[in-house]
């Protein structure tokens, strides 16, 4: 017998493969419970005090919940969230990274799902001596939603201004990301050299459509969907899974044009990492880029330390390898193509170099992460 599953929650394209692969046949129940079918099991995303909930129960069907955050009081059944002290740890690691100073952080008043995520953010900017700004906007009940975001907007923006940059701004979903990174192109400021915009995100789509497009924290919401369906598989198989939840990590920041940049304030820097960037696919020395930000060689290199903690050969390596792994991810060239596109002499270094900084294989790496 085909085994039936409720579903009370959007059916993700992760979630439609995964049932396919198991078997199962999903059913979107969302309003009403047809009284003709009989489910062997639920997934709910988000809360589950709800009549359609209730009434499953009722029929005796197991369920098992995704959702972002754990359940206020406690969880009464499986679950699977996601780590949001992690996600925030690595958006702090992405910016410090980058050599920033300053990181911000917008929120809500009250918080909903996303006070997790600051925590993990503040807390491991503290450990790394980054400082943290964070902007909250407050609802007005009354407030028409027009009114709502004039006053956010303008609120924000202030903010912005004032902050120190360059800055590192996180945002809790790609819809913000992709409204703030419009408000400040307004005022002038640019992205990402003065405010580098990374979103914690499902909507790789919308991040892809911003301008400039916006990088992103995987949530890793395959390895969520994944992880649920086990524990329905669990009860079809007549075992009892734990009461959750269990935390899905992310599993890293997708970079995209919105931080992919340095921070730095030196105007010497700035226009050596302009042209690094700009012509990484060439041959470069330390002698040409001193030569084209006009300042001695020995000075060149002692900006570069007190600025990103690294010389000039370090950062050429480093932006090479940045710039294969993103040729992985989006193209099927082969290593002698992708090195005659980054300026790697061979594909033996191409894989000493790329190992050492991602403790994988290209090939590896494509499987991964790769179109």
């Given at each position: 017998?085909?085994?039936?599953?409720?579903?009370?929650?959007?059916?993700?394209?992760?979630?439609?493969?995964?049932?396919?692969?198991?078997?199962?046949?999903?059913?979107?129940?969302?309003?009403?419970?047809?009284?003709?079918?009989?489910?062997?099991?639920?997934?709910?995303?988000?809360?589950?005090?709800?009549?359609?909930?209730?009434?499953?129960?009722?029929?005796?069907?197991?369920?098992?919940?995704?959702?972002?955050?754990?359940?206020?009081?406690?969880?009464?059944?499986?679950?699977?969230?996601?780590?949001?002290?992690?996600?925030?740890?690595?958006?702090?690691?992405?910016?410090?990274?980058?050599?920033?100073?300053?990181?911000a952080y917008f929120g809500n008043?009250?918080?909903?799902?996303?006070?997790?995520?600051?925590?993990?953010?503040?807390?491991?900017?503290?450990?790394?001596?980054?400082?943290?700004?964070?902007?909250?906007?407050?609802?007005?009940?009354?407030?028409?939603?027009?009114?709502?975001?004039?006053?956010?907007?303008?609120?924000?923006?202030?903010?912005?201004?004032?902050?120190?940059?360059?800055?590192?701004?996180?945002?809790?979903?790609?819809?913000?990301?992709?409204?703030?990174?419009?408000?400040?192109?307004?005022?002038?400021?640019?992205i990402p050299e003065d405010v580098?915009?990374?979103?914690?995100?499902?909507?790789?789509?919308?991040?892809?459509?911003?301008?400039?497009?916006?990088?992103?924290?995987?949530?890793?919401e395959e390895g969520r969907i994944?992880?649920?369906?086990?524990?329905?598989?669990?009860?079809?198989?007549?075992?009892?899974?734990?009461?959750?939840?269990?935390?899905?990590?992310?599993?890293?920041?997708?970079?995209?044009?919105?931080?992919?940049?340095?921070?730095?304030?030196?105007?010497?820097?700035?226009?050596?990492?302009?042209?690094?960037?700009?012509?990484?696919?060439?041959?470069?020395?330390?002698?040409?880029?001193?030569?084209?930000?006009?300042?001695?060689?020995?000075?060149?290199?002692?900006?570069?330390?007190?600025?990103?903690?690294?010389?000039?050969?370090?950062?050429?390596?480093?932006?090479?390898?940045?710039?294969?792994?993103?040729?992985?991810?989006?193209?099927?060239?082969?290593?002698?193509?992708?090195?005659?596109?980054?300026?790697?002499?061979?594909?033996?270094?191409?894989?000493?170099?790329?190992?050492?900084?991602?403790?994988?294989?290209?090939?590896?790496?494509?499987?991964?992460?790769?179109?």
């Open positions: 017998m085909i085994p039936l599953i409720a579903l009370v929650a959007r059916p993700h394209p992760y979630l439609l493969e995964e049932a396919r692969r198991r078997g199962w046949r999903l059913t979107l129940v969302s309003n009403y419970l047809p009284r003709e079918i009989s489910f062997q099991a639920a997934l709910v995303e988000g809360m589950t005090e709800t009549p359609v909930v209730e009434e499953l129960v009722s029929h005796g069907v197991k369920i098992v919940r995704i959702g972002i955050v754990a359940h206020p009081e406690g969880e009464p059944y499986p679950a699977v969230i996601f780590d949001q002290i992690s996600q925030g740890r690595l958006a702090a690691e992405h910016f410090r990274a980058r050599s920033f100073r300053h990181v008043e009250p918080w909903y799902l996303s006070q997790e995520l600051f925590e993990g953010f503040e807390n491991q900017a503290k450990k790394t001596n980054l400082e943290c700004h964070l902007f909250r906007q407050q609802r007005i009940k009354v407030e028409a939603p027009e009114a709502h975001r004039e006053r956010t907007r303008d609120n924000f923006l202030q903010w912005i201004k004032d902050l120190p940059k360059p800055v590192g701004l996180l945002t809790p979903s790609a819809i913000w990301a992709e409204r703030m990174s419009f408000w400040i192109y307004q005022t002038g400021l640019r580098a915009i990374l979103s914690r995100s499902q909507r790789p789509d919308v991040c892809e459509c911003c301008m400039p497009t916006v990088s992103e924290i995987d949530t890793n994944h992880i649920a369906c086990d524990l329905i598989q669990e009860f079809l198989n007549g075992g009892t899974p734990p009461v959750g939840p269990i935390q899905i990590p992310p599993l890293e920041v997708h970079v995209r044009e919105s931080t992919r940049t340095l921070a730095t304030s030196d105007p010497i820097a700035e226009k050596a990492i302009q042209f690094i960037w700009e012509n990484y696919t060439m041959e470069l020395s330390v002698d040409d880029i001193a030569k084209e930000v006009g300042v001695p060689k020995r000075s060149l290199q002692r900006v570069f330390k007190n600025e990103f903690n690294r010389g000039v050969s370090e950062e050429i390596r480093r932006k090479r390898i940045e710039e294969v792994a993103h040729l992985l991810e989006s193209t099927a060239l082969t290593l002698p193509d992708i090195c005659i596109k980054t300026g790697i002499r061979s594909t033996s270094y191409l894989h000493r170099a790329f190992q050492a900084t991602y403790e994988m294989t290209p090939s590896e790496y494509r499987n991964v992460h790769g179109v």
